[in-house]
């Protein structure tokens, strides 16, 4: 890639999903820089990157993007520590939340308004995407964009590994992600409860139960709280969720009762 092409991409919290988009973007000819919470130094220094501490000393690294990669539940204390006047050089701030109006609503809140917005959830992550992008969804939803070059620049970075580019509102991702990813993380998180295991004998619809509970383990718990607690379309599928146990379970009885009284 030209350098003409490369970003600088500053990237506020380097836990798993952010080491996870950092090796590609910086296998794709992108410069780094990295700030987050806990010391993340030794594993930037094997990547070659910078760790900064302190946002002041991350933010004077001039960054063209800045690439929120923190928990969802804890957006809010994050963003109120992030000296917003700093963001000096940065003209784009794009989160990454696998939940989108609760980002949305907090960044335009904050940010300040000459900053661009743009908010995506790549709908992968380091189990998913450990073999390549290829075909794996990039939601976004261009919040505010004035810069459509420096926006398209960077969502090139999807778009190159071959991702499937789809740009929706925030709401439109929560009500669908309700209705998928959460539903998936609650039956995973479920099934992980009642403890099952693999037997000689399983069946091919057992398999696939053991890989969801297994893949939804492997996000934080964290993560998981997020996806309740900060998308509002989540207590409705939860609801439905009980219910629809309840009429199975009701159903099976009813075929019991009816049994003994034929
Ligand atoms: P996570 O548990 O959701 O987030 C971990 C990150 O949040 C770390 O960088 C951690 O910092 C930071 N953090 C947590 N609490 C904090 C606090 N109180 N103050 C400051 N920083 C805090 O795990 P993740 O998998 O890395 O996900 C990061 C983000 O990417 C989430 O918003 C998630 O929804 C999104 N996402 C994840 C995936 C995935 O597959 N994992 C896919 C798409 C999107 P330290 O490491 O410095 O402690």
Redesign the pocket.
């Given at each position: 890639m030209a350098a003409s092409e490369t970003l600088k991409i500053g990237i506020?919290?380097?836990?798993?999903?952010?080491?996870?988009l950092a090796r590609t973007m910086i296998k794709q000819g992108h410069t780094l820089v990295a700030t987050?919470?806990?010391?993340?130094s030794l594993l930037c220094f094997q990547l070659g990157i910078p760790f900064f501490k302190e946002f002041s000393k991350f933010f004077a690294s001039g960054s063209d993007v800045i690439l929120?990669?923190?928990?969802?539940?804890?957006?809010s204390?994050?963003l109120s520590?992030i000296p917003m006047r700093d963001l000096q050089k940065a003209r784009l701030f794009v989160?990454?939340?696998?939940?989108k109006e609760h980002?949305r609503d907090l960044l335009l809140q904050v940010l300040p308004e000459e900053v661009d917005l743009l908010c995506t959830?790549?709908?992968?992550?380091?189990?998913?995407?450990r073999d390549g992008w290829e075909g794996l969804p990039l939601v976004y939803d261009r919040v505010r964009v004035r810069n459509h070059g420096l926006c398209d620049k960077f969502l090139d970075v999807f778009h190159q590994e071959g991702c499937r580019m789809l740009e929706m509102s925030c709401e439109e991702h929560d009500r669908m992600t309700a209705k998928t990813q959460f539903l998936a993380h609650t039956i995973g998180r479920i099934l992980d409860q009642m403890k099952i295991e693999s037997t000689s004998i399983d069946t091919k619809g057992f398999q696939k139960l053991l890989q969801v509970k297994d893949s939804s383990i492997?996000?934080?718990?964290?993560?998981y709280i997020?996806?309740y607690q900060h998308n509002k379309f989540a207590r409705k599928e939860m609801e439905k969720l009980e219910l629809a146990f309840q009429a199975v379970k009701g159903m099976l009885m009813e075929s019991i009762i009816n049994q003994g009284s034929s």
């Open positions: 506020i919290g380097f836990g798993p999903f952010g080491q996870f987050s919470r806990s010391d993340h929120l990669c923190t928990s969802i539940v804890s957006t204390d994050v520590t989160d990454v939340l696998s939940v980002p959830h790549p709908m992968f992550g380091p189990e998913s995407g492997k996000d934080s718990l964290d993560l997020g996806l």
